[in-house]
């Protein structure tokens, strides 16, 4: 998209960020005492306050000019969020046999990043729009894939030189959050920050 820049959000300010997925459930009480229990989201979507984690003059010095250069609410950027970044579970290392992408039928060249959140019976798969350039490592059918194969940092698509003939192709990465500021005023003072009650500064997932 025209409007997104390729470029991360302080990380020493991200870390200290508050936040993460958010989902919308419509809930109507029967008069049987019941519920009935829907949601218009087929998705979640990631909110956070970046204000949580400005500790110094010169971290709301740098998040004032992130601010300034993406024009507010105007401009997407990356975000990292250090609770979810990887492919993998936060205390093991990042492996090409993390997540499954899909089959290999011979025809299919390109493969979109994916992560699944599993719970008992069921999963969500989260689509994986902004890896990290990098840290992709493919295989299929359980061989790394050192090369034949490029992977977009912008919309984390995954194209091989030549599709695969069988197997199952599978990834690991680090990726960012696609998100964009969620006001047009930053309202802050040295005081506050003195006192550690800086106000909130929201930013909010975009679809990209």
Known sequence: MSDFDEVRFPDVVARGALGGPERRTEIVELTSGFEER?????????????????????H????????????GRLRGFRFKDWADFTSSRPSAPVTPFDQVLGAADGSQ????LIKAYSSGSRSWIRRIAKPVAGTVLIAVDGAVQASGWSVDPANGTVTFEAAPASGTVTAGFAFDVPCRFDTDLIQTS??????????????VEVRV
């Open 38 to 58: 829907n949601t218009p989201w087929a998705d979640s979507r990631r909110k956070y306050d970046v204000g949580s984690g400005i500790r110094h003059p010169d």
């Open 60 to 71: 709301l010095a740098e998040v004032i000019a992130f601010f300034e250069a993406r024009s």
């Open 109 to 112: 060249t390109s493969f979109q």
């Open 190 to 203: 040295l005081r506050e920050l003195k006192l550690g009650e800086i106000r909130a500064i929201p930013i």
